[in-house]
């Protein structure tokens, strides 16, 4: 009787036990839940909708990217030879079918990007460069404005390279299996780089509030980490919450390169007012599937603030821990 009393006792204690530690982590991952690429698709340039993953609800009123990524084979066709009426069929075809799909689906288009593509650009790409996907996939998502699109492209080169490509031609492949499918979720959602941000929470938060503590006077508001293309993993300090954080992200307009341990401030705007974003390269990350990941530091601070070397000082802080 007494050892079931035990077992017993000591089973209920487990479950308490594991509930608070699956609570505790829920909470902490609920803190730092942010979505910035939306869903994605994978189609041939035909149209063949071959994959499709829709990762968060798009938001309401909120100007997005569609992005697209060409993995088909590039010929050069030479469209000066076209005549004029000709040219103007196949523009007014285009523009006419993107918009007709577009009111379908509920959506507005307000810009559009093109880059041509000319025959001295192939000549001084080389033929290897030219012939280097032969098959026909074209991958396109949806995500915020702010996000820096060399480092988008590395993750979908990343999901092309490791499954994609073998799989050529999609018409006649398998489906994506479960594995890949949570693999490419994985991957666009920073799930590595997200782990180690929990890992680290509280001491972050305790650092975090040492440093506004100090520079708070001089207008330092709140710290956010972020993945390698600026997707917020984390907001620290109490002045901004996180539908703060993204309202000044969309404003804040194109971000330069940043060679690691280096930074740049960019202006945006919080309710009409300016707000100074500094943007710190850490030179640490995380690697996944042999590419390195670093993390960005962003100190939101007031527009007459002046931090001097304080952006150095505390990236090496943090590395202390995110390294």
Request: hydrophobic fraction near 35%; aromatic fraction near 14%.
């Amino acid at each position: 009787m007494n050892c079931f009393k035990y077992n017993y006792f000591d089973y209920i204690n487990n479950i308490k036990h594991n509930f608070l530690f699956s609570l505790t982590r829920e909470i902490k991952e609920e803190r730092i839940q942010f979505m910035t690429i939306y869903n994605i698709s994978i189609i041939t340039s035909t149209g063949y909708p071959y994959f499709h993953k829709k990762l968060k609800n798009l938001p309401e009123g909120i100007k997005l990217y569609q992005r697209f990524f060409d993995y088909t084979e590039e010929r050069y066709r030479d469209h000066d030879l076209l005549d004029p009426t000709s040219s103007f069929e196949l523009n007014a075809g285009l523009v006419s079918a993107l918009f007709e799909f577009a009111k379908n689906i509920d959506k507005k288009i307000l810009t559009l990007e093109f880059k041509s593509i000319t025959q001295s650009n192939i000549s001084q790409q080389g033929s290897q460069s030219v012939n280097k996907y032969r098959g026909d996939a074209l991958i396109t998502m949806q995500t915020e404005t702010y996000l820096l699109h060399k480092s988008v492209k590395q993750k979908i080169n990343l999901i092309y390279n490791t499954m994609i490509s073998s799989k050529i031609p999609l018409e006649t492949a398998y489906l994506i299996s479960n594995e890949e499918e949570q693999k490419i979720t994985e991957i666009l959602t920073d799930y590595k780089a997200k782990n180690r941000v929990i890992e680290n929470q509280s001491e972050l938060e305790q650092l975090t509030n040492s440093l506004i503590n100090e520079m708070g006077k001089y207008g330092l508001y709140n710290i956010v980490i972020t993945s390698f293309d600026l997707s917020p993993l984390i907001v620290l300090g109490n002045k901004f919450s996180f539908e703060d954080i993204e309202g000044i992200l969309r404003n804040l307009g194109e971000v330069p390169d940043i060679d690691p341990m280096e930074w740049k401030f960019r202006q945006s705007f919080y309710k009409d007012s300016q707000i100074w974003v500094y943007i710190i390269n850490s030179g640490v990350g995380v690697t996944v599937e042999d590419m390195f990941q670093p993390y960005f530091y962003l100190l939101f601070a007031a527009s007459e603030s002046y931090f001097g070397d304080f952006p150095g000082k505390l990236t090496a802080k943090f590395n202390g821990l995110m390294g």
